[in-house]
């Protein structure tokens, strides 16, 4: 036991029935023998208890927990810190509050930090732009509010960012240019405020735009501009208060664009009328 690196709870399979869940809380003291663990994976379960109760940092090789869809509870400690090995951390879809504490920004090898789907809350981190190597940051579903953090540009690696129906409450920092590898801009419904931002065109790995149901006015880009990125698969940008002439997808090219509920001519939303 004591050179098991990897353990994993996933729901039990009997024959000829659906899987049965995990319940109950995860048994740590029986795993304290693992001094070697590195994957922590507990998926699909009704496990419950707190998310990361301090025994967790027994287990200081640990590069992987995953507790996607538990009924795990909060807050996430700041002693979370002392897991200096952590690469990915997923504990989405539980019932987890509290804030993102000051401890996840210092670790530095963090590729994948996902916690959407949750009850946690407070203002976004400016601090984790310090996550250099982040590839995925997942924070949508829950109650953070902005700004958003101009620092988050330095995530120069960060691929997809989920930030549906977050309060945000401002326009996209012109800073996130800097995310030079995006490719999945994810923020439904998250109260973004101002003119469309263009600068997301300007990433040349960017191939989906989800903007729908926020708050942003004024005329989309010129189509040679809008549609300019040859990766764009997807622009999104229903129920918002757009307005001008909806620019023209140019022949050949093959993109989901979705603009209904603006304020675009001839035929605007009622919406647009109301005093």
């Given at each position: 036991m004591d050179n098991a690196a990897m353990v994993a709870l996933n729901p039990a399979f009997a024959r000829g029935r659906k899987p049965e869940p995990l319940k109950g809380v995860i048994p740590w003291r029986q795993m304290r023998a693992l001094g070697n663990l590195q994957l922590l994976r507990v998926v699909g379960n009704d496990v419950s208890g707190p998310v990361l109760p301090g025994i967790i940092f027994r287990f200081p090789k640990l590069k992987e927990i995953m507790f996607l869809d538990n009924k795990m509870v909060g807050p996430i400690?700041?002693?979370?810190?002392?897991?200096?090995?952590?690469q990915k951390l997923d504990v989405s879809m539980n019932r987890i509050t509290g804030a993102i504490p000051p401890g996840i920004a210092t670790l530095t090898s963090l590729t994948w930090l996902a916690l959407s789907q949750?009850?946690?809350?407070g203002v976004l981190?400016?601090?984790?732009?310090?996550?250099?190597?982040?590839?995925?940051?997942?924070?949508g579903g829950n109650g953070f509010r902005g700004?958003?953090?101009?620092?988050?540009?330095?995530?120069?690696?960060?691929?997809?960012?989920?930030l549906q129906k977050l309060n945000l409450g401002g326009p996209?920092?012109?800073?996130?240019?800097g995310m030079v590898s995006m490719k999945h801009f994810v923020a439904p419904a998250a109260r973004i405020r101002g003119r469309f931002p263009?600068?997301?065109?300007?990433?040349?790995?960017?191939?989906d735009i989800i903007l729908y149901n926020n708050r942003l006015w004024g005329p989309l880009p010129p189509a040679g501009q809008l549609f300019a990125p040859r990766t764009l698969t997807q622009l999104d940008v229903r129920g918002n208060y757009l307005n001008g002439s909806v620019p023209k997808v140019?022949?050949?090219?093959?993109?989901?664009?979705?603009?209904?509920?603006?304020?675009?001519?001839?035929?605007?939303?009622?919406k647009c009328t109301r005093s």
């Open positions: 400690p700041n002693t979370v810190s002392a897991l200096k090995s952590l949750n009850r946690m809350s981190p400016a601090a984790l732009g310090n996550l250099r190597q982040l590839r995925k940051l997942d924070l700004p958003m953090p101009p620092s988050w540009g330095a995530l120069k690696r960060l691929e997809l960012i989920n996209v920092p012109a800073a996130w240019l263009s600068g997301l065109l300007r990433l040349s790995q960017i191939s140019p022949a050949g090219r093959l993109i989901d664009f979705k603009y209904f509920s603006n304020c675009f001519l001839p035929k605007p939303s009622p």
